[in-house]
């Protein structure tokens, strides 16, 4: 299957200071990737789509001026977790959307997480 | 958004059993897809389906597709312990459109 990639795969920091968290697909390119975010044994709660070239579509309660996404290419995604507190402390991961060749069928292709703790 | 639903929300088996759990939608879906999750790590596709009535096998994993449309089933069997996980299945309306999970599985192989 297709590979999907994220770095840092953990990361720890102060309350108040910015997180980047970075999403490509390695092996195919993906005009929509998605951010997710998951609790301790719960389900994948989407937070945003993320389209290349275009701003990003926020689920409802998501704040995008707090989760700032960029897509700028079509094997990069960043989730840019500003001014984080630790309430924001969680299991963030992507996943990058195979459209295959024209009429083919989609799949969706996650990456390994990141796990975020705010001090 | 739509809501899909999983059962059983957990499961404890003995080690060779077999494993059924099934999500089900009030929506008509084009296709699912069946993940399953170690702790700690991304969901990792397991099987996709893209025709209703369609039965897909990997290894030990076998997925159908409803015929309804609006139900996917997955069966494992003879278990062994690194089958431990959370199992999700992801239902798609139309191409394009975003995945809905489902609430997950969470199954344990007891050796």
């Known amino acids: 299957g297709a590979v999907v990639s994220q770095h840092p795969s953990w990361v720890i920091c102060k309350s108040g200071t910015s997180v980047k968290i970075e999403c490509r697909s390695l092996d195919f390119q993906a005009t929509t990737m998605f951010w997710y975010r998951q609790f301790p044994k719960q389900s994948l709660m989407l937070m945003a789509t993320s389209n290349e070239g275009s701003k990003a579509t926020y689920e409802q309660g998501v704040e995008k001026d707090k989760f700032l996404i960029n897509h700028a290419s079509l094997t990069l995604s960043t989730l840019t977790v500003t001014s984080a507190h630790p309430e924001d402390s969680s299991f963030y991961i992507c996943?990058?959307?195979?459209?295959?060749?024209?009429?083919?069928?989609?799949?969706?292709?996650f990456g390994p997480g990141t796990r975020l703790l705010v001090l | 958004g739509q809501q899909l639903n999983q059962s059983p929300q957990s499961m404890f088996i003995q080690e060779g059993e077999d494993v059924s759990m099934n999500c089900t939608s009030s929506s008509i879906f084009n296709t699912w897809l069946w993940y399953k999750q170690d702790p700690g790590e991304g969901p990792v596709l397991l099987i996709a389906l893209y025709k209703a009535g369609e039965l897909t096998s990997n290894g030990r994993l076998t997925a159908q597709f409803g015929i309804t449309r609006k139900d996917s089933f997955l069966n494992i069997s003879a278990s062994i312990p690194s089958d431990v996980g959370i199992y999700f299945c992801a239902g798609q309306l139309s191409a394009g459109n975003q995945f809905y999970f489902g609430t997950g599985t969470s199954l344990t192989v007891i050796p």
């Open positions: 996943s990058a959307r195979d459209s295959g060749l024209a009429g083919s069928p989609e799949t969706q292709y």
